[in-house]
């Protein structure tokens, strides 16, 4: 079959799809959403595990995704997960298939997703304290992170990369502490800068910590240097640290954008097509899936909706609006 390459109009082409498989989660980290949670979406409109393979599927055999991350929301509530996963795999032996996720109750997952065909996961973890970890996600569950973690790597759901968000006055003095650990523990560890992408609408640019003052505190105890390996699309850029082998990520979405090289789509757990995290327009693939479209109908919108992608996310600009939808209920 022919694949329509999911172009856009400066010579983007999309080969990674961010899935959301829920926009539920059982932490509630401060800079994501508010102690409450949110107002869930409702079960009837959220895609059935049948109705995200067949997307997925579409995505792969027509559309050329050659990598699908599974995120939310938390992937590991969602109760399919690991058949979803494997039902995956069964499409292409050669994706590559991950999920980014908080590794609560990972422990217990990790070998069935392993076995279902998952390849790594990436693990959010702001801190190593115990207190700090409460602060931030106002629960205490840092042992099940580490634990997950720990299940992660025993199973060779590797490389285990482990992204953290630095706050202003919470988080920010534990950079080099993180480092060393993650080497340590045999983690890739990857710092990203706080975005505009929080429910409450609280994110402030001059409020967040940026790569500079990232690289400044980790400069202190280590030397870093530019890793050799080419960037490619991947959003952090790496340094060896002390020479190497050993590296850290840098995702400076803010401050050093990298949207020329964006080779994401994603799809919400309601069948929503986002081209950009940042996009204020959506392409409902739910509607369609559910009025009976054909696949090619179905691959059909999605090339248009990837068609109509901005340049770039353009926080800096004056005009800049927070999209309508969270980081969570989007699929981070
Ligand atoms: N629950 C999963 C997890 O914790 O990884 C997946 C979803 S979560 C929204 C994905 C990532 O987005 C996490 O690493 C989280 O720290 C990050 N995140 C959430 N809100 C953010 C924000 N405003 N700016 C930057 N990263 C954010």
């Known amino acids: 079959m022919q694949i329509q390459p999911l172009a856009d109009r400066f010579g983007r082409v999309a080969t990674d799809l961010r899935v959301s498989l829920t926009d539920r989660c059982n932490l509630r980290c401060s800079y994501c959403m508010p102690a409450e949670g949110l107002d869930w979406l409702p079960d009837d409109t959220v895609l059935t595990d049948d109705e995200v393979v067949r997307l997925i599927d579409i995505s792969v055999r027509m559309l050329g995704i050659r990598e699908v991350r599974f995120t939310g929301g938390e992937p590991l509530v969602r109760r399919g997960l690991v058949d979803i996963v494997s039902r ?174 964006c080779d994401r789509v994603r799809l919400t757990a309601d069948g929503q097509v986002r081209n950009c995290l940042f996009a204020r327009e959506e392409s409902d693939l739910r509607a369609a899936l559910r009025s009976g479209a054909s696949d090619a109908e179905i691959a059909g919108r999605w090339v248009t909706a990837m068609a109509g992608k901005r340049a770039g996310h353009g926080i800096d600009d004056p005009t800049f609006l927070q999209p309508d939808r969270p980081m969570s209920a989007i699929g981070g």
């Open 88 to 261: 995956t795999r069964a499409l292409d032996s050669t994706l590559e298939l991950s999920i980014t996720t908080n590794a609560l109750g990972l422990s217990r997952q990790a070998a069935a997703l392993k076995a279902a065909g998952l390849d790594r996961v990436n693990v959010s973890l702001d801190t190593l304290r115990a207190d700090t970890f409460h602060e931030i996600t106002r629960r205490d569950r840092i042992k099940d992170v580490l634990d997950g973690l720990a299940a992660a790597r025993a199973e060779g759901l590797g490389p285990v990369k482990v992204n953290a968000v630095l706050l202003r006055g919470i988080n920010d003095d534990e950079a080099p502490e993180l480092l060393r650990w993650a080497i340590a523990e045999g983690y890739d560890l990857r710092f990203i800068e706080q975005m505009p992408l929080d429910a409450q609408h609280g994110w402030s640019r001059a409020e967040m910590i940026t790569a500079e003052e990232i690289f400044v505190s980790l400069e202190r105890e280590f030397a870093l240097t530019p890793a050799t390996e080419p960037r490619g699309s991947a959003p952090a850029e790496l340094f060896c640290v002390d020479g190497g082998p050993a590296t850290v990520g840098v995702i400076a979405s803010v401050t050093r954008p990298f949207c020329g090289d």
